[in-house]
């Protein structure tokens, strides 16, 4: 008769789980950083370019939206699923 089948160690488990859930906590902290990293830089660039041109707040206001949809637009790419790739066209096919 074969022995039975031994459940996994509890402790090993945590240990694999915790490192996984580090992993993805330094993955989002990291994204996190580079969306905020983004619209502070397009919005101390419309700053300046306000302070050198005497026009506030309206540089201001376009370099944190620009921030924004580049952080954004950053993220969505970050995050979405790959796309399939195409299939090989069989020789002699006409390209359109």
Do not use: N
């Amino acid at each position: 008769m074969p022995p039975p089948l031994s459940k996994p160690d509890p402790s090993e488990r945590s240990v694999a789980d915790g490192s996984r859930k580090a992993q993805e906590l330094y993955r989002y902290t990291g994204v996190g950083i580079q969306f905020a990293a983004t619209i502070g830089i397009f919005a101390w660039l419309g700053h300046r370019t306000d302070v050198w041109l005497g026009s506030s707040p309206w540089f201001l206001l376009v370099g944190v939206f620009l921030g924004f949809a580049g952080g954004l637009v950053s993220l969505i790419k970050k995050f979405s699923p790959p796309s399939p790739p195409t299939p090989p066209k069989p020789p002699g096919t006409p390209s359109p």
